[in-house]
């Protein structure tokens, strides 16, 4: 990870790597995608409607994983002072954002023939919702200074405070009755969904994921791409 601290090489070994995750995450959208919706078959009792697990169960779980991830990012920034470390945490949460906003709303569109309301404030949904304004209120720190120095450790503090609500929505439906499902994918085989439902939900759950590790790669690029234009002004207005 150390060796990563260098932006030069993290540049070079990112821009290799890069063009293979997307084109997986293409190509495992492209196969799960034509699982979900030809091969899989309606479910007993929701129907059709229960085809957007394939979407839901992977904007969900990737929302509290980057979450998750990040607040390791602002730690390792805040003790060890890693150069890119706060560049990865701030790089990933508009992704973490739209992820949850997601899984929000489509959450929101399976719950109403599901429960027969778009919403309710149950304990999975309601952490998930603080979840969200973390994000967003991370993200409006970095923008509420114009020195970064500053914003970086501000915004590190303010993520680690928030990840008490990842674990809540990660682990709320074990520690509470609630009216959300139980984890539709568990290491025990026996919580897993059923068979037909297993392999496109994991397709669609890796495609998630190279689709995030596609994004970040390209913002962090960006990141450490403007900290240098903005060393460069720098060093030209003080000549």
Known sequence: MWS???PNK??????KVLPYTAVLAVLLFAAGLY???YVVPPERVQGD????????VPAAALSIMIYLAMCISSLVALIWRHPVADLSAKAAAPV??????L???TGALWGYPTWGTWWVWDARLTSELILFFFYIGYIALWDAFDDESKAAPAAAIFCLVGSVFAVLAKYSVELWETLHQPPSLTIGGEENVHDVYHIPLLMMMAAFWLYFVTLWLVRVRMEIRSRRIRAIRLAAARE
């Open 49 to 56: 409607s229960a085809r957007i697990i394939f979407v839901h």
């Open 96 to 101: 973490g954002a739209s992820f949850t906003a």
């Open 35 to 37: 699982q979900a919706i």
């Open 103 to 105: 899984a929000l709303v």
């Open 10 to 15: 993290f540049m070079r070994v990112s821009g």
């Open 4 to 6: 990563f601290a260098n």
